[in-house]
């Protein structure tokens, strides 16, 4: 997404769908595919979001087995 508006105000799963979106965008652009990722790092604010996150992350990319790390931190830059 281009115009710096927050997505899924509210919707975790809304905000990791656009969140790999924006991954994949950027790796295309790199020349590379979200197959290529080995590691991710994920930023919670509260810990009952792991589970619909990391569910949405967990279809991009397909039948790839990555790493990822979750943290739970009292607050993001933007807190929407």
């Known amino acids: 997404m281009d115009t710096g508006e927050s997505v ?3 919707d975790v799963a809304a ?3 656009q969140a790999m979106a924006d991954i994949a965008m950027l790796l295309d652009e790199c020349g590379s595919r979200l197959e290529g990722i080995v590691k991710t790092t ?7 979001y792991r ?3 990391h569910r949405t992350m967990g279809r991009r990319p397909e ?5 990822s790390a979750g943290l739970v931190v009292s607050a993001l830059t933007r807190p929407e």
């Open 42 to 48: 994920v930023c919670l604010t509260e810990f009952r």
């Open 15 to 17: 905000q990791a769908e």
């Open 51 to 53: 589970e619909p996150v």
């Open 8 to 10: 899924g105000v509210g």
């Open 63 to 67: 039948g790839v087995p990555y790493v």
